[in-house]
């Protein structure tokens, strides 16, 4: 049983937005503005593509973005491409006794 | 541009010690956090524990009391031991650097490490 709460899988067609969301508690998500966010292809390492809640690094198109409302966070995706097809995952700073966790991660289809 | 890159341990019997290291490219320890994170086969990211440039550790409550992380700064690595492992433990062990502490900016290829008799 993972920390954060995300759907195992959500789907979505060429063109399309999706949100994929992800649930905590007042010690991580609520507590700090420390929520990021990973892509992962099969066979592959995770790739940052959001941190600190809304920051994009260098390099990952516009169409991801990220916001927090209270103890759960979200990961947008706009126009949706084939390529988006992954696995995603938040993780988040907790002031509990993990100090790290990750959400359960949740599989994207582009349909 | 960083980059990471595991050792590749295989197989490993049960009870006996996992030992991993990781090789850093393109950089140099400064003032971050290194970690290990692992991933079972078809399922999510755990979190393992991390080392920060000066030395000092922090570890997952579960694994706390099987697994150390150290630096080698002459080697320009750094690595992690896990002992008394079992076929749980099997996965593939990812390192990455920590920016902050709280994101992973950087990680390697990940090795996939068997427990098996």
């Known amino acids: 049983q993972s920390a954060l709460t995300q759907p195992a899988s959500v789907s979505g067609s060429p063109g399309q937005s999706i949100t994929i969301s992800c649930t905590g508690g007042k010690n991580d998500i609520g507590g700090y503005k420390y929520v990021s966010w990973y892509q992962q292809y099969p066979g592959k390492a995770p790739k940052l593509i959001i941190y600190?809640?809304?920051n994009r690094p260098s390099g990952v198109p516009h169409r991801f973005s990220g916001s927090k409302s209270g103890n759960t966070a979200s990961l947008t995706i706009s126009g949706l491409q084939a390529e988006d097809e992954a696995d995603y995952y938040c993780?988040?700073?907790?002031?509990?006794?993990?100090?790290?966790?990750f959400g359960g991660g949740t599989k994207l289809t582009v349909l | 541009q960083v980059q990471l890159q595991e050792s590749d341990p295989g197989l490993v019997k049960p009870s006996e010690t996992l030992s991993l290291t990781c090789d850093i490219s393109g950089g140099s320890f400064g003032t971050y956090y290194w970690s290990w994170v692992r991933q079972p086969p078809g399922k999510g990211l755990e979190w393992v524990g991390y080392?920060?440039?000066?030395?000092?550790?922090n570890y997952t409550p579960s694994l706390k009391s099987r697994v150390t992380i150290s630096i080698d700064t002459s080697k320009n690595q750094f690595s992690l031991k896990l002992t008394s492992v079992t076929a749980a433990d099997t996965a593939v062990y990812f390192c990455?650097?920590?920016?902050?502490?709280?994101?992973?900016?950087?990680w390697g290829r990940g090795a996939l490490v068997s427990i098996s008799s």
């Open positions: 080392i920060y440039y000066s030395g000092t550790t």
């Open positions: 993780s988040a700073y907790t002031s509990g006794t993990i100090l790290l966790v």
């Open positions: 990455a650097r920590n920016t902050n502490l709280e994101y992973f900016d950087f």
């Open positions: 600190e809640v809304t």
